[in-house]
């Protein structure tokens, strides 16, 4: 079952760039929905905490676009109402009016800004690369047995990986560890929601994919 997910995962992240969906696209974020429901269904989030998260995006990325225009590459990621901003602004001024835009959106608990300043645009093959990363990062956390793989959610940009979630301290030094291992990963940043063991054993769901 891990090695079909794997499969899976690889193939989507081809078939983006194939089909050129990277042209003007944001940090890829690979989260819980990519391989189907079963993901959705496993998610350590609560399925109104999840419907949020997607709102919260939404508003984001709606009046990240309203103040910038296209001046920048900004993803905008909620997980568990953090909110995650990655990429890149020509002018720090322009990183101000991003902080200014989400300021306010009903529902988040915390704003983490991790936008970088100039070097901007980025070029087609800086995007690609993202893609193949996560690709590879993902396949690796379907493989790690020890690991609830759908229970993270991945950003990457230009070598840098965030890593978010509702992991216990185990899993996030263990989905750490993966990910550093990864040819191309040049620094991880943890953005986890550590959660006891005890807490885990008594929300988390089955994993369909282990017995």
Do not use: H
Not at 17 to 38: I, Q
Not at 57 to 63: C, I, M, P, Q, S
């Amino acid at each position: 079952m891990k090695f079909r997910m794997a499969q899976a995962l690889r193939g989507t992240a081809l078939a983006l760039v194939g089909a050129g969906a990277l042209s003007a696209c944001a940090p890829l974020v690979v989260g819980t929905v990519m391989v189907g429901s079963a993901m959705v269904v496993t998610d350590r989030r609560t399925s109104a905490t999840q419907l949020e998260d997607e709102v919260i995006e939404v508003k984001a990325k709606n009046r990240i676009q309203e103040a910038l225009g296209e001046k920048g590459e900004v993803s905008a990621t909620s997980y568990n109402r953090v909110l995650l901003l990655t990429g890149v602004v020509p002018e720090l001024a322009d990183k101000s009016k991003v902080e200014q835009a989400v300021a306010g959106i009903e529902n988040v608990q915390s704003v983490l800004d991790e936008l970088n300043v100039g070097g901007f645009p980025r070029s087609f093959s800086q995007r690609t690369s993202d893609v193949y990363l996560a690709s590879k990062i993902r396949a690796s956390l379907v493989d790690a047995k020890d690991l609830f793989a759908n229970s993270i959610a991945l950003v990457a940009w230009n070598g840098t990986v965030y890593l978010m979630g509702r992991v216990t301290e185990r899993e996030a030094e263990r989905a750490t560890e993966v990910t550093r291992g990864v040819s191309g990963v040049q620094k991880v940043v943890k953005v986890f929601q550590i959660i006891s063991e005890s807490e885990l054993a008594n929300t988390a769901p089955k994993n369909p994919a282990k017995p």
